[in-house]
């Protein structure tokens, strides 16, 4: 059994106002086993597009490698943009070493309400995938559980849109389309992206999901 170890800290700007919120990165990252195109930071695998859509939103040019340049890029651009990582996950046991949501078991989460009343300007949560098992939505439900809020519904449409309150404050939250071949196949089939498609058989679904971060980034 492989002990998948979340390898970095959750990096909170002093003035966050938004929070991504996902599962862990590939076990590469916590081996140290990285890939050429890989970057040493929070969603820095090569085959994660998070980086690649904020680069498009934001008009960046982000270096793609294991440089500590590459880390401070995304670093700085956090810390301008106010916005902070803090993936739910701190560990989990594999079978299979891989990187796959469903393959994870004894699950240890991280205290993401205990982050967020330490940030009292943090208003928004990004979650890097939707409800299904083991995805970062459906661990913060179960996390949210103990301290005794749910989830309120604002939009059912995707992205779905929910709140909740703490103390003073409303915090939303927003569970974009996640990045794997699983989310291609559901986006190819909503309405909007058919009428997209059929405006401009160049768009894909890497498009829809620029289109769609692009309103929270």
């Known amino acids: 059994m492989f002990l998948h170890k979340h390898p970095y800290e959750p990096f909170i700007p002093e003035n966050a106002t938004k929070l991504i919120v996902g599962t862990l990165p590939p076990p590469r990252f916590s081996t140290g086993d990285l890939l050429e195109k890989d970057v040493d930071f929070c969603y820095g695998s090569y085959y994660n597009s998070l980086w690649k859509k904020i680069e498009i939103i934001h008009n960046l040019n982000l270096r793609y490698d294991n440089s500590q340049e590459a880390v401070e890029q995304r670093k700085q651009f956090l810390i301008t943009h106010n916005i902070g990582v803090c993936d739910i996950v701190a560990s989990a046991e594999r079978e299979k070493i ?76 927003v569970s974009l389309t996640s990045g794997s071949g699983a989310a291609n196949i559901s986006i190819s089939r909503m309405p909007l992206y058919k009428q997209l498609k059929a405006k401009d058989p160049k768009f894909n679904t890497f498009d829809f999901r620029v289109m769609q971060y692009r309103e929270f980034f």
């Not at 891989?98 to 979650?127: E, T, W």
């Open 98 to 173: 891989d990187a796959s949501d469903l393959g994870m078991q004894n699950i240890k989460l991280r205290d993401v309400i205990a982050y967020l009343y330490k940030h009292p300007k943090i208003k928004m949560l990004l979650f890097t995938g939707g409800n299904s098992k083991n995805g970062p939505e459906y661990f913060f439900r179960k996390h949210i559980q103990r301290y005794d809020l749910k989830l309120e519904i604002i939009s059912g449409e995707v992205p779905r849109i929910h709140q909740f309150p703490l103390n003073n404050r409303t915090i939303k939250t």
